[in-house]
């Protein structure tokens, strides 16, 4: 009879310290629980990526803005985005295009062009060669070797002469339906090597069918069209945009 009460005796005591351990383990379970939103939320703040922006060293000032790539994959080029008439670098941050690729290992630069956005005027801008000329300062001053350059519309008057002159000096070329096209001839364009992704928005009925005519002459190029998209097809299908983009940067060598 002694023996059952002592064995109910611990029993009931057992009892007792699990419940006591149980009160004590639930704030910290309950506080664990909260912690973990807040974690995914800190992770995707990191995903997103902000912009750094300063002015590039030298003469002429330029400014740009780049999110810091992570871990840098082997053979993977350098980004340069240009903008169009309406907008400045602040167009590829906003649309997370920066954050996109540095999160792919691509180290993406955009910039203001003179006269937009946080870059002053510059006269030697006026003529093609000096377009030519500004480019090279921007490449060496942001030592970006080799990049491929983004060129939507009007920054074709800097590109394209580019492109022409050294375009054995980049990755790729990513004309998104440029001004400027119908200046050079099919020949002065079948001499350019360099890896070309033509890409427009099928609702873009002016400038893009004319990019199109004088760019196919460029030899290593192929084109894609993205369905219900403007002029301004990146800020129309950004998902398509940076689908396209993406799978253009990957198979350059």
């Known amino acids: ?19 006591l351990l149980y009160l004590l383990l639930l704030p910290a379970a309950r506080h664990g629980q909260r912690s973990r939103p807040d974690e995914g939320k800190r992770g995707r703040r990191a995903a997103n990526g902000t912009a ?14 780049e999110v810091p790539a992570g871990t840098a994959g082997p053979g993977r080029p350098d980004v340069l985005f240009l903008h ?23 180290r993406a630069v955009a910039i203001d062009l003179p006269g937009y956005g946080d870059s002053p005027p510059l006269e030697m801008v006026v003529t093609a060669q000096g377009r030519v000329a500004f480019l ?15 060129s939507p519309s009007m920054s074709g008057r800097f590109s394209l002469p580019f492109l022409l002159e050294h375009g054995d000096w980049l990755s790729g070329f990513v004309p998104i339906a440029p001004v400027g096209t119908k200046d050079y001839t099919a020949e002065q364009y ?10 427009y928005g099928d609702r873009d009925t002016g ?21 219900g998209a403007g002029h301004a097809c990146y800020l129309d299908k950004p998902e398509d945009f940076h689908r ?10």
């Open 1 to 19: 009879m002694l023996l059952a009460r002592s064995r109910l005796a611990l029993l009931l005591l057992g009892a007792l310290l699990t419940f």
């Open 84 to 106: 169009g008439q309406a907008f400045t670098s602040k167009t590829w941050e906003a649309l997370g295009t920066l954050a996109l690729l540095a999160g792919e290992g691509y």
């Open 136 to 150: 090279d300062h921007v490449l060496q001053e942001l030592g970006m070797r080799r990049p491929v350059l983004v």
């Open 52 to 65: 750094r922006t300063g002015m590039a060293a030298g003469e002429p000032p330029v400014f740009y803005r």
């Open 190 to 199: 079948r001499r350019v090597q360099t890896p070309t992704l033509i890409l």
């Open 244 to 253: 396209a983009l993406l799978g253009f940067l990957r198979q350059l060598k």
């Open 207 to 227: 400038l893009a069918p004319q990019a199109l005519q004088n760019l196919q002459h460029l030899p290593e190029h192929h084109v894609v069209i993205l369905p």
